[in-house]
């Protein structure tokens, strides 16, 4: 999966997750499957977002035979990576 990033600094709402699954990762029945499986896993790391944040998660097709629990990890890991190069990016900005 892939993970976007965007954070508004002076925004004191909630961080919000946007889901894009593609008919890359297979037939309707597939799709809605890895989308409820990422909104769950989603709801776990927000915690971890910064306040205004804004993440959209794009789907690979690997995503559809993945598990949940593969999944949740990946997630984790990308929401990781993308917090610490959007921080890296608003530093750089400055």
Known sequence: MVVHL???PESE???QVGL???KAV???????QVKRRLRHASRAHLDGLPAGALAVVRALPASADASYAELD???GRC???AVIRAS???KGAR
Do not use: K
């Open 6 to 8: 965007a954070l508004d």
């Open 13 to 15: 709402r909630a961080p």
């Open 20 to 22: 894009v699954v593609s």
């Open 26 to 32: 297979g037939n309707a029945v597939h799709r809605n």
């Open 73 to 75: 990890r990946d997630l």
């Open 79 to 81: 929401f990781d990576r």
């Open 88 to 90: 890296e990016a608003a």
